[in-house]
């Protein structure tokens, strides 16, 4: 999976949510940073590296929590 456009296609979607009504789409956001979740750890047990998942999981989370 593409998780640099899954977190992108999100974060528009949000946004234009957000615009049209004032609110956005909790479950997606939440639904996102779960993906994401699952993706670094998935990573982790391969000894992968994170950062670029665990940076995309912050936009997300930042988006959620502390901008809208």
Do not use: C, H, P, V
């Amino acid at each position: 999976m593409d998780y640099n456009k899954f977190t992108i296609e999100l974060i528009k979607s949000s946004f234009t949510q957000y615009a049209a009504t004032g609110t956005i789409n909790e479950d997606a956001l939440a639904d996102g940073i779960s993906q994401l979740n699952r993706a670094i750890d998935k990573a982790l047990i391969s000894n992968e590296d994170t950062t670029a998942l665990e940076s995309l999981k912050s936009d997300l989370q930042y988006i959620r929590y502390e901008l809208l």
